[in-house]
């Protein structure tokens, strides 16, 4: 059983140095990252650290007294282990705080490397059930898992009945609606996937054009979404799109919408999650200092009084800004969603 | 090589399957994938009349395997996966990492295709734990494979999904329901209309995906027969076929003779056409995104 009084982390997105600062600054506790190449799963240009600026972004997460975990979550291809391996080996160098692993081989290789090294499983390893989690705990010691958001609130209850691996929820951010590390629409799409390559509908395979019928975008020439004058445009996520089943045309596997569960946060304490998860590490520095900020209130306005806790207007306000299509959702957590 | 059947991905009502297997039992296949791997809400067989089909099948002389449910949530998912993984006649392919926790340094187990076994570490580990089959994951290339084949622990068979639409996507929702604008809950069962699962086109017309119920699927149909020697040359142990509504036994005929070298893969090929409901792709298998379609070029000259 999960304590209720322990630890309650808000972990945040760090895609850059400068978010990362902006993170531990507006009061994140832990916050993960990534290094430049496709070891992670936001394998995207411009974003993750060198070990420079990883030495760094650990040294200012350490001073402020706050965790700096390293996102290593895609499975590792036959052509590159090594790669993944010196990942380990670089996180456990830099004094990483935990590593966040999908892929059994790679576990193992980092508990018999690193015994010392704390290891968290990552929502990329699809474990959905406690005979799952504790298959990761026993085997390579894992002490916390991302929980795939697919989950009732409910289900996610009585799996930490049955497991004494810490379990970390996404709290806010893009939604995936499918079960991370088993989907390949991305990859059936653009050859690319998160599993493979660390990226979903990567922006190399983008394409908007103006037509007489509207804007369109497209995924490697796949038209994904076509709007109209006075409609928001959205990146052209493939499960995001409007499409035709059976003479229909609408979202027929999801919205663009944000996760928000802002007003579970007394249910989440008093069940004892250890973590909740902000999802952004493609995102902006502005984003993540709004989203941490507010965050950050919350949780300490929960903590104080959790019998009395209400969701703030300008907290809602704050994060409908950075939500895509300016929608948010309580995502599968509020079981009629399904 | 040899050549299996998978798992049914669609649901059916129990007369319908029934007779499908009744027809497999008599059909060129040597392994036979059963159980409902796709939703717990599909309930019209359950496990003891999955069970009852597995033994007609394995008397009629096939290898029978049983399939793990996918995405598994609830206790009651668990106390049907612990039944499966318990049974003692028959080989167990497990598609969750639970139902690896179940099986492993017990049983001997089919490593699934939604395990995710992208490199040879993980494939040891595995073997380690009892697995002595390996299915490989959809999206991997003959590159990849030949990579994996290299370094293969002894004893264990290599199985490569080579025919059908792709299991792409598991998810909470069910898109079978959200077309009905009806709850995952209450979904009335509308699977049932959907024989070989619900096309999904973009809007100008392209057939892109398929909704089955909480699984999206590929609407082409992936299909290896054209890359057939080189399944054969990367030492394939099996070659698995997937169901759907009509002429399967068909399909695995051609198959079977193609890989028997009665029937060159070009020709079985152009004869498969009209039996599939969807044009075909095997991108994937040529590093490539999966819904290209690389014809081979001297089956292009002779087909």
Redesign the interface.
Known sequence: MQPETRKFELVCPAGSLPALKTAVDNGADCVYMGFRDDTNARNFTGLNFDLNNAREGVRYAHAKGKKALLALNT?????G?QRWTSAIDNAAELGMDAVIL?????M??AAKTHPQLRLHLSVQ????????I???H?HFGIQRAVVP????LA?VE?LMSKTQVEIELFGFGGLC???E?????S?????D?P??CGVCSPPKAVRWQETPNGLESRL?G?????YGKDENTGYPTL?KG?????G??YY???EPTSLNTLELLPELMRMGVAAIKIEGRQRSPAYVAQVTKVWREAIDACRRNREQFAVKPAWMNELGKVSEGQQQTLG?YY???? | MKLSLGPLLYYWDSERVNAFYDAIAQSPVDIVYLGETVCSRRHLLRLDDWLEVARKLSDAGKEVVLSTQ??????S??KT?RKITANPNFRVEAN???????L?NRVPFVAGP?L?I?????????AGMGATRWVM???MSAA?LA??QQSRPDGMETEVFAYGR?P????????TA??HNL???DCQFRCLDYENG?????????P??T?NGIQ?Q?ARVYNLLGDFEELRASGVDVVRVSPQAYHSERILHLFRETLEQRLPPGLALSQMEKLMPERPCN??WH?????DFIPQPALAKSA
């Open positions: 499975y590792p291809q036959t052509s282990w999908a892929d059994p081989g790679l193992q290789y390893g699809s474990a959905t059930n406690y005979e799952a504790n298959f990761y026993e958001r697919v989950l009732a289900q009585q609606v499918m079960v590390g088993r989907c390949a629409l990859s059936y799409a653009t050859g996937s599993n493979t490697n796949i038209l994904i979404d076509r499960c409007r499409f035709d089943v059976a229909e045309t027929a596997i999801e599968a079981r009629p969603w399904k | 996918t995405l598994i949530e609830s206790e998912d668990l996966l969750d990492m639970g139902a690896v926790r179940l492993a939604t995710n992208y490199n040879p570490q993980t494939l040891q580990l595995l994951p959809v999206e990849a990579d994996m792709l792409l996507a598991f998810s909470a929702r069910c898109f959200r077309h709850q995952k809950d619900l096309t999904l086109k973009t809007r100008e017309g392209q892109f995906l909704l999206t590929s991108g994937y590093g490539k995104p999966g819904l």
